[in-house]
């Protein structure tokens, strides 16, 4: 049975989206292609250990995953995990948009 | 605070009505397909249970915060608490804000629910995302706008 997705599940997504660092991480991040960190790290004023550290966050979230080649540890985004959470809020704003339908026609309707 | 999700809406009835259908938890029943067991007092928990049949029939609770007649009230939640094989007590609660106010020919009525998390601008573009089905590169230059604008 597939159970309907709660708020739980998408704090880790969004705690890990509140951080510019991070943000600009994911922007780098490509689906298909892995990236090493160095190419990641970029111009970004960050330690290595700090990106290291920032790009297992995203993977913790859902948001990335890493792929071993060779003694490197490289680097891929996950796209569904975002999708999925605003999916989640949608699923929400919807719910409220009938709700107030319902409530048009309880006040209208007498 | 920034908000989560906000809607508003205009109804042709005056503002009492309106009131009356937020704030007496009976007419609330009514309208938001949910059996409420006591009345909305600030400062204390209404027990509900669902009573659409797309729903199971599970036990929740609001905790009210604030009934100010004749136009704001707010309630604490677990927002989507509707499965009643699920233990929710440890999801966290957002806050709903309901504000009416008298139009010229009827009621506005604004509802925003905040508290996804204290992350709630991520939350609004994750919101902006939904619906792409074009993939990781369209996302990615969401979120480069993003950027670019604030």
Redesign the interface.
């Known amino acids: 049975m597939k159970t309907e997705a709660t708020t739980a599940q998408f704090i880790d997504v969004f705690a890990a989206l509140a951080d510019a660092n991070r943000q600009a991480l994911l922007l780098k991040l490509d689906a298909s292609q892995s990236r090493s960190i160095t190419e990641l790290a970029g111009d970004l004023p960050l330690t290595r250990q700090g990106v290291t550290k920032h790009l297992r966050a995203l993977e913790r979230a859902g948001l990335a995953r890493s792929a071993r080649s060779g003694r490197e540890t490289r680097f891929l985004a996950e796209p569904g995990a975002l999708r999925e959470a605003a999916g989640y809020l949608e699923r929400i704003s919807g719910q409220w948009d009938q709700a107030l339908e319902r409530l048009r026609q309880h006040v209208e309707d007498q | 605070m920034t908000d989560?999700?906000k809607?508003v809406?205009e109804?042709?009835?005056p503002i009492d009505?309106?009131w009356r259908?937020?704030s007496d938890s009976t007419?609330f029943s009514?309208?938001?397909?949910a059996d409420f067991e006591s009345p909305f007092v600030a400062g204390s928990r209404s027990y509900a249970t669902m009573n659409s049949q797309s729903c199971g029939r599970v036990r929740w609770f609001i905790e009210v915060v604030a009934v100010e007649a004749p136009n704001r009230l707010v309630f604490r939640w677990?927002?989507?608490?509707?499965?009643p094989?699920?233990d929710?007590s440890?999801?966290?609660m957002?806050t709903v804000e309901f504000t009416l106010r008298p139009t010229d020919t009827g009621t506005e009525?604004t509802?925003v629910?905040s508290g996804?998390?204290?992350?709630v601008?991520?939350?609004r573009?994750?919101?902006?995302?939904?619906?792409?089905t074009k993939?990781?590169a369209f996302?990615?230059d969401n979120?480069?706008r993003y950027?670019d604008e604030n």
């Not at chain 2, 009514?30 to 397909?33: A, N, S, V």
């Not at chain 2, 996804?116 to 992350?119: E, G, K, P, Q, R």
């Not at chain 2, 573009?125 to 792409?132: C, D, P, Q, T």
């Open positions: 989560a999700i809607k809406i109804l042709r009835a009505r309106v259908a937020i007419e009514q309208w938001f397909q677990q927002p989507s608490a509707d499965d094989t699920l929710y440890s999801e966290p957002t009525v509802i629910e996804f998390d204290a992350l601008d991520p939350a573009r994750a919101a902006a995302f939904a619906g792409n993939g990781w996302q990615a979120l480069v950027f």
